[in-house]
Structures are given as structure tokens and as C-alpha cells.
T-cell receptor, first 111, second 114 residues
Framework: AQSVSQHNHHVILSEAASLELGCNYS??????LFWYVQYPGQHLQLLLK??????LVKGIKGFEAEFIKSKFSFNLRKPSVQWSDTAEYFC?????????FGKGTSLLVTP | ETGVTQSPTHLIKTRGQQVTLRCSSQ?????VSWYQQALGQGPQFIFQ???????GRGNFPPRFSGLQFPNYSSELNVNALELDDSALYLC?????????????FGQGTRLTVV
């Protein structure tokens, strides 16, 4: 089964700072990769996904992620964060019928 | 909003009791998956239902069981509740189609076992 590890558990940034959250997955052939966000009190929302093709994936709210096969990585980036980006971020990989999630990164953006 | 609705939103049960959680999938979706999210952790896959049958299961004991109905809604049943079952239970619906499909999540049911 494919698994995911997220390196940063808690990140604190000031508004307008750049963001990069690390995600590595275990090798398993073809991969479907996802980043989900969970705002306080809200449901998990899909930020972006990678199935195939262009390894640079653009998502909602200005987020993007780059799939680097040689590094088994799928890092999430945003050039300039806003206070409203404060949330929990989860990287996930599809493994059979399941989504395997990382433990998440809690992002706090301060004014 | 995703169109996936779960009920109830919060629930408190006593150890040893049984609980049933419900999920209505998004219109057009025929597959429902259930996840358990403990505090400070990522969601963990419990099982998936398609065509009213379980077709994938994570590392959860048999006291976790489920149903899917002809309208694609689903139930998660947990028997003999333990304190460690306290968690947010998430339902996700999707269209069963090979691998290139995404799941849409409900807001979850917060279960507290005392």
C-alpha cells in the first residue's frame, strides 16, 4: 500500500510570506496524488490533484504543487499566503480504493 | 458545500454501546467511503461501498461495519464502542471509475465515547 509522509507538522508564517509544505510518498508505480485543506469547522476540500501529465499542478486559491517522480515528492506551494489560509493541510495518495493521508500540517498565518 | 451530508454532527456514547452514523452522497455519485480522523491525525480509511457491497477495507476490526442503500446513501455502524473510537468520522462520495476520480467529503460526525 502506498503511504504518505508530511514533514512539517506546524508552520507559522506572516501574511505575504511564501509557503512550501513537503509531502513524500512511497513508491508504488502509477500514483494519484492530492492535497486537501481543512479550514476550522469545515469539511475537507480538494486543493489540487495530480493524475498524469504536466507535473506542475495548479489548484484553487493560488496553490500549486509539483510532482517530482525521482524524489517521490509532491510539495505544495503558494507564493504569498493570506490570513485566510490558516488551516490544516493534508497530502494524500490513492492506494487501491483508499486515500492514504499524511498526518497533516497545521498552518497559522499571522497578520 | 460538497453535497455530501452526514448526520448527526455530534454524538456522545458510552463505552460498550453501539452507534450508527449516516451519509448521503453527492448527486451522481455511486461510491461511498468512510474515514476515521483522530485528533491531530490524518483521516484513516475504514472501508468503501459500491453497488451496496463492501469492496475495500482498511485496518479496522469487524465491529466496524457498514451498509449502502439503493440510493447510494450509507451507514457506518460501530459495535462495542471503545474510548479510542472517539474521533471525527468522515464520509466521502465519488464516482467509481478506475483511478482518475476525486472524492468529496462531508463535514463529519464527531463521536465522543465516554
Amino acid at each position: 500500500a502506498q503511504s504518505v509522509s508530511q514533514h512539517n507538522h506546524h508552520v507559522i508564517l506572516s501574511e505575504a510570506a511564501s509557503l512550501e509544505l513537503g509531502c513524500n510518498y512511497s513508491y508504488g508505480g502509477t500514483v494519484n496524488l492530492f492535497w486537501y485543506v481543512q479550514y476550522p469547522g469545515q469539511h475537507l476540500q480538494l486543493l489540487l490533484k495530480y493524475f498524469s501529465g504536466d507535473p506542475l499542478v495548479k489548484g484553487i486559491k493560488g496553490f500549486e504543487a509539483e510532482f517530482i517522480k525521482s524524489k517521490f515528492s509532491f510539495n505544495l506551494r503558494k507564493p504569498s499566503v493570506q490570513w485566510s489560509d490558516t488551516a490544516e493541510y493534508f497530502c494524500a495518495v490513492r492506494s487501491g480504493y483508499a486515500l492514504n493521508f499524511g498526518k497533516g500540517t497545521s498552518l497559522l498565518v499571522t497578520p | 458545500e460538497t453535497g455530501v451530508t452526514q448526520s448527526p454532527t455530534h454524538l456522545i456514547k458510552t463505552r460498550g454501546q453501539q452507534v450508527t452514523l449516516r451519509c448521503s452522497s453527492q448527486s451522481g455519485h455511486n461510491t461511498v467511503s468512510w474515514y476515521q480522523q483522530a485528533l491531530g491525525q490524518g483521516p484513516q480509511f475504514i472501508f468503501q461501498y459500491y453497488r451496496e457491497e463492501e469492496n475495500g477495507r482498511g485496518n479496522f476490526p469487524p465491529r466496524f461495519s457498514g451498509l449502502q442503500f439503493p440510493n447510494y446513501s450509507s451507514e457506518l455502524n460501530v459495535n462495542a464502542l471503545e474510548l479510542d473510537d472517539s474521533a471525527l468520522y468522515l464520509c466521502a462520495s465519488s464516482l467509481f471509475a478506475a483511478m482518475n476520480t476525486e472524492a468529496f467529503f462531508g463535514q463529519g460526525t464527531r463521536l465522543t465515547v465516554v
